[in-house]
C-alpha cells in the first residue's frame, strides 16, 4: 500500500482494468460516441482494451474528445508562453480557474502540442462521487484533494497532497497544475489563495519556502473564454454571497455544471502560460523577512502575472461599458458582437432581477477592472 493511494492517479498498471471495466458504461459511450462519430462500437472498443498507460489513454482517445470539444463548442484555442518552457522538464502550474474540466485539459492539449510534459491535475474529490466519474478523473491523471473535513484531517489530507505533488516535480519528472484557489472563480475576479501557497510548502524541508518553491519552477497560468458556458448557472451561488447567505448545492450542481462547461459555447478561449518565477522569488526573499510575508508576496507575484496576462475578449469590454454605462472600450467590439452580448443576457438573467443583471455583468467587467489597476496595462 502506498501512502498516497487515497489520492493518486491510477499507476500504468492499473490502467487496463479500469479501462476494460468501463466499456459498457452509458457515459463511456456517449464519450467515444462524441469523440468518433460514425466508428462503430466495437472497433474503439478493441481499441481502448488495447490501453495499458496513462499516456495512451490521454493521447488515443482523451486529446482527440478535447479536440472535438474545441470544434464543436469554441471558435478555437489560442496559446502564447509555451515558447518559455523545455521539454523534459517538470513545472507547477498555478492558474486561474473558470471550468471544472477544461481548464487543466486544455492546457494538456496545449503541452502536448508544444512537445512538453503533461500535468497531474488536483481536483475535489466532490465532483468525482460517481465511481465512473473517478475512475475517468484517474485515468486523466488527477489527484484528489478531499473536501469536507475536520480541522484536523485537512491538515493532514493538506500534508498528504503536499507531499504527492513534491513527490511527482521532484522526484518523477511530472508537471502539476494546482488551481490558485479552492473553487472555480465565478465572479471574474481572479485571486491567489494564500492557503494554497501554505498547502504546497508543507513539504518543505528547506529553511526558506521560497528556496523550496524555485525548486518546484512556478509558473503562473491564465485561461480566459469568451463566453462561459455556465455563466447563468454561477448567479445564484454569487448572489447568495453578496447578501452573506449560505449557499446550498443542489443534488447534482456540480455534474450539470461540469457538463455545461464542456459542451456549451465558449466561442475563442486562450491560454496564457508565464514566466518561471525565479528572480521573483530571490527578491521576495530578500525583502520579506517572515514566511507569512513571503506567501503573501508570492500571492501577489503569481496574480499580477496572471492579471496582466489574461486575454480580454470583447464580451469583457462590453459588459464594462454596459455596467459603468460608458463607451470607453467601444473601439474594441462591435456594435454586432455588442447585441449579441446583450441578447444573451436578455435570455439568460431576468431583466427585472437588477442584482442578477449586475452580477452578470460584474462577472465579465472585472477581468478588464484588474488589468486597469496595471498603469502599463495594454488594451
Not at 463511456?28 to 472498443?45: L, R, S, T
Not at 499580477?304 to 454596459?322: E, G, H, M, R, V
Request: hydrophobic share 40%.
Amino acid at each position: 500500500m502506498s501512502k498516497f493511494d487515497a489520492i493518486r492517479p491510477f499507476y500504468d498498471s492499473e490502467v487496463n482494468e479500469a479501462v476494460v471495466s468501463s466499456l459498457n458504461h452509458p457515459m463511456m459511450k456517449a464519450i467515444m460516441n462524441f469523440a468518433y462519430p460514425g466508428i462503430a462500437e466495437e472497433v474503439w472498443q478493441e481499441q481502448l482494451k488495447r490501453t495499458h498507460s496513462i499516456r495512451d489513454f490521454q493521447i488515443n482517445f482523451a486529446y482527440n474528445a478535447l479536440k472535438k470539444v474545441l470544434e464543436k463548442s469554441s471558435d478555437g484555442l489560442s496559446t502564447s508562453g509555451f515558447e518559455n518552457l523545455e521539454p523534459n522538464t517538470s513545472y507547477l502550474f498555478i492558474s486561474n480557474h473558470r471550468d471544472i474540466i477544461l481548464d487543466t485539459s486544455l492546457l494538456n492539449v496545449s503541452l502536448y502540442d508544444h512537445g512538453l510534459l503533461m500535468t497531474a491535475s488536483a481536483i475535489g474529490d466532490n465532483l468525482v462521487q460517481k465511481d465512473f466519474l473517478l475512475k475517468l478523473s484517474k485515468l486523466n491523471r488527477n489527484f484528489l484533494i478531499q473536501r469536507g473535513l475536520s480541522p484536523r484531517e485537512l491538515l493532514m489530507s493538506s500534508k498528504l497532497v503536499s507531499e504527492f505533488m513534491y513527490q511527482l516535480l521532484a522526484k518523477e519528472n511530472r508537471s502539476v497544475w494546482v488551481a490558485q484557489k479552492e473553487g472555480r472563480t465565478k465572479d471574474g475576479n481572479d485571486a491567489t489563495h494564500q492557503g494554497v501557497l501554505k498547502m504546497i510548502a508543507m513539504a518543505s524541508d528547506e529553511k526558506n519556502c521560497m528556496d523550496y518553491f524555485k525548486k518546484l519552477r512556478i509558473v503562473p497560468v491564465s485561461i480566459s473564454y469568451e463566453y462561459d458556458p455556465t455563466d447563468a448557472l454561477k448567479m445564484p451561488q454569487l448572489l447568495a454571497e453578496a447578501r452573506d447567505e449560505v449557499y446550498k448545492k443542489e443534488k447534482n450542481e456540480d455534474f450539470v455544471n461540469l457538463m455545461s462547461g464542456i459542451v456549451g459555447q465558449k466561442k475563442r478561449i486562450h491560454i496564457h502560460v508565464g514566466k518561471i518565477l525565479n528572480e521573483e522569488l530571490e527578491s521576495i526573499k530578500n525583502e520579506c523577512d517572515n514566511s507569512n510575508k513571503q506567501i503573501q508576496a508570492l500571492a501577489q507575484v503569481i496574480d499580477d502575472s496572471i492579471l496582466q496576462s489574461y486575454k480580454l475578449w470583447p464580451t469583457n469590454f462590453i459588459a464594462y461599458d454596459i455596467l459603468y454605462n460608458t463607451d470607453k472600450f467601444s473601439s474594441h467590439y462591435t456594435s454586432k458582437e455588442r447585441q449579441v452580448f446583450e441578447r444573451r443576457l436578455e435570455l439568460r438573467i431576468d431583466a427585472d432581477h437588477k442584482e442578477m443583471v449586475e452580477s452578470f455583468l460584474t462577472m465579465y467587467a472585472n477581468p478588464v477592472v484588474n488589468k486597469l489597476k496595471y498603469t502599463d496595462a495594454t488594451f
